[in-house]
């Protein structure tokens, strides 16, 4: 669970002194590769370099007997297991040389990749590409490796207290959905059973080209970026993905539960509840309202529970993904034991008094000013580009909608920001609260249990 807001923080008076950003909007323009591919191009000045983003949809496997975490696996056997007869440490060496860069990875609902290079190296990287998209080798060797990977990273998230709350959490939103399955890869038997021809059936499933979103932005212009997108997807089926897996969101049940880790030398909080979706103009106003509840020194939970009860390690809050178009907010942090119940209720009255009463006046400029700078510095770079107008076409978003976003940042008014908090985010109260602790009777009412898998006797 991906796609946490991101703020600079700072103290009050230096924010207060750094100017109101303004920077130019992007302009977008849409494009048809030779081969047929719909993109969308920004261009950069000066930027001497272009950066190409793509989205499969789907990207679970489907049919009896796959596990889900066959996608992860696949994924990470496509990037470290060779491709087009050349072994993975050749193909490193090729991108290095070449001063470029590129991602793929999975998550529910999407493939996501792309590939960032100087304007005059995009064929030869966008051939690179081609190679790991659709000549990875599979090799049986290499996925044996990729589970033990696998494996051995789940044991040892779930080893600690943020991973167990984690899987804790996902238990109880996702119950038996394929979703739980992809981020949890258990039980680990089925992991370990999963074959190189389940990889290569889910491969060749997952990356048709019927139906893609691709956008790009950099200097090297629309021409030759077409030619890179062709490049890029030369030899992939020309089919639809399948449908993504259906998913209502999760389910949040409100109340607390105390996981009771004898082991552990601190506890953790975290409290979970969902906001509405994610439509293409409401990112900004989520943004600022939860940076200022909880991102940074200067933040409401910061202030409660560090800085004044110094209860705690680190404490804050943010915005995760479980799947475009469901969101959770994201509240807690490591507290000293001892400290444990007033942290609990500090946090619970600084996150209700931000509710109901918003924002104040002398935070929201800097807020606001601060959520310019994040968007200014992802506008500034290739990737960052392409990512964001990427964000907006998969959000259904318009070309009005990326174009304007400065202005719309500029324009927005507290008391909208405030109306949406006062009317979106959720009472603690109807919040699920996960609590580690080696203290099992640290929470007074609290259902108590001493594995995950007995969060059922909770409700």
Known sequence: MRNSVRLIAASLLSLALIPQTAFSSPKMTAHVSPAGHQFFYVPM??????????????????????????????????????????????????????????????????????????????????????????????????????????????????ATATGLAWSLAREIMLEDHPFKRFWTAAPVDEIQSISAPQIDTWHKGAFGTADLTITAAGTAGPETVARAIDLALAGLPKSANPNPVAFQGPR???????????????????????????????????GIATAVLGLGKQSRLFKAIRSQLRAAYGFGAGMESVARHHRLLRMGGEVDTALLPQALDAMRQSYETFRREGIAREEFPIARNFHLQRIEQNLSRPAGMATMLMENRLNAGSAEDFETLANRIEALERTAVNDTIMANYPPFDEMLTIVITPDATAIADACVITAVDEWRKCY
């Open 252 to 286: 949040i049940r409100p109340g607390t539960i105390v996981l009771h880790d004898p082991d552990s030398p601190k506890s953790l909080i975290m409290t979970l509840g969902e906001l509405p979706g994610a439509p293409a103009t409401d990112d900004d106003i989520y």
């Open 45 to 158: 000045d000066d930027a001497q370099r272009t950066a190409v983003a793509i989205t499969w949809a789907s990207g679970l496997p489907t049919g009896p007997g796959i596990h889900e975490a066959t996608a992860r696996l696949g994924i990470e056997l496509m990037l470290n297991g060779g491709a087009g007869g050349l072994p993975p440490d050749e193909i490193s060496a090729d991108f290095e040389d070449l001063d470029a860069g590129s991602r793929l990875w999975v998550q529910p609902g999407e493939i996501r990749g792309f590939v960032v290079a100087p304007d005059d190296q995009l064929d030869r990287a966008a051939e690179i590409a081609n190679l790991v998209l659709a000549q990875p080798a599979l090799d049986n060797r290499w996925l044996e490796r990729q589970k033990r990977n696998l494996l051995r990273d789940t044991r040892i998230r779930n």
